[in-house]
């Protein structure tokens, strides 16, 4: 692994080099990947909005006003919301979490790069450390430390956009469903709807494929969250023998995934990306998760661990070599 600093629209940007891999992250705003290249074949997997400028944001501002790019971290929460009890009671958790618009820091020794940040509103401390292999997949370790005597409930959510055409599809294990949290006109149907994945109705009884972004056009947002997975994995994949991004992970730990289509969101922009997010909860929503018992809980004076390996690659055979990855069940 090779790291160095360089500066992106006046932001440091860490330029991690691996023989399969090329990332680069912006520390000072959120740890932000806002590249992600697979050597090989040159395809970079993150979207970048091409109207929306990169800039230092604002603490507990609204997502929606900054660049909407890359791949950000959300936590405690996603839909901003007021802490429903405890210690933290009447504390406002914000839009999409503290963490997208903290400043990190971070070391690297070896094949690890460590990145860490402190809650301003909690109490909470969290630790994202990348692990390159000259020769696998990404591992991307995760640990929340509370230090209080209290326990903290929330929810995590990576959030990266990714390129995306037509017929990119989402994958994810057989049987499962989706709800809603949100259906431009309702398309799908109201909040908490579930269909059977990946093939549904819409309102009018039409065939929808859920997996689908579908063509450029009207503006429209849908997000949808798994049922918790039988196995823990999920994928994108471009065309059938196309790049593949996939994630997998122990589903105890990780037991959900949203899926979130974004077509000219939050305004007539140029936005065209596919979210896919590994998940502790549902829906966005931090008191409404924890009322369905749909988040995690960091022990007083504890942390709470887990894991994310990263596969990027072609092809259906390395998609299912991928697929087939599980995370170690200690993690």
């Not at 023989?19 to 090989?40: C, F, N, T, W, Y």
């Not at 936590?75 to 009671?89: D, K, L, N, R």
């Not at 990404?138 to 990266?160: C, D, G, Q, R």
């Not at 989706?178 to 994945?197: C, D, K, M, Y």
Request: with cysteine; glycine share 8%; proline share 9%.
């Amino acid at each position: 692994m090779m790291l160095q600093t360089t500066v992106l629209d006046g932001l440091q940007c860490l330029v991690v080099e691996t023989q399969l891999h090329r990332l680069a992250i912006l520390p000072e705003l959120g740890a932000k990947v806002i590249s992600l290249i697979d050597k090989a074949s040159g395809y970079e997997y993150l979207w970048r909005n091409p109207g929306r400028p990169l800039r230092r944001a604002r603490y507990a501002d609204a997502y929606d006003r900054y660049d909407l790019s890359g791949w950000d971290e959300c936590f405690p929460t996603i839909s901003e919301v007021v802490y429903p009890e405890g210690p933290w009671q009447g504390i406002v958790a914000p839009d999409h979490g503290e963490l997208w618009s903290l400043p990190w820091q971070w070391d690297h020794q070896g094949d690890t790069l460590r990145m860490w940040t402190h809650s301003v509103r909690f109490a909470y401390s969290f630790e994202r450390t990348f692990r390159f292999t000259e020769a696998g997949p990404i591992e991307i370790h995760y640990t929340v430390y509370n230090p209080t005597p209290f326990p903290f409930k929330a929810l995590w959510s990576m959030h990266p956009f990714l390129n995306v055409t037509p017929t990119s599809r989402v994958l994810l294990p057989p049987g499962v469903r989706v709800r809603v949290e949100l259906s431009s006109g309702e398309r799908i149907g109201a909040f908490l709807s579930e269909h059977p994945w990946p093939l549904a109705q819409d309102r009018q009884g039409q065939p929808a494929d859920l997996s689908r972004i579908g063509p450029r056009g009207e503006p429209s947002l849908e997000k949808l969250y798994t049922t918790p997975l039988p196995t823990g994995w999920a994928a994108l994949q471009n065309e059938e023998e196309g790049p593949f991004l996939a994630f997998t992970f122990n589903p105890q730990l990780v037991p959900f995934v949203g899926v979130c289509h974004i077509r000219g969101w939050p305004d007539a922009s140029p936005t065209y990306s596919t979210i896919l997010e590994p998940c502790t909860g549902w829906p966005d929503r931090l008191d409404l998760a924890m009322t369905r018992g749909a988040g995690m809980v960091i022990p007083a004076q504890g942390e709470y661990r887990w894991r994310v390996t990263l596969h990027l690659g072609a092809g259906q055979e390395a998609l299912a070599q991928a697929i087939s990855h599980r995370a170690n069940t200690n993690e």
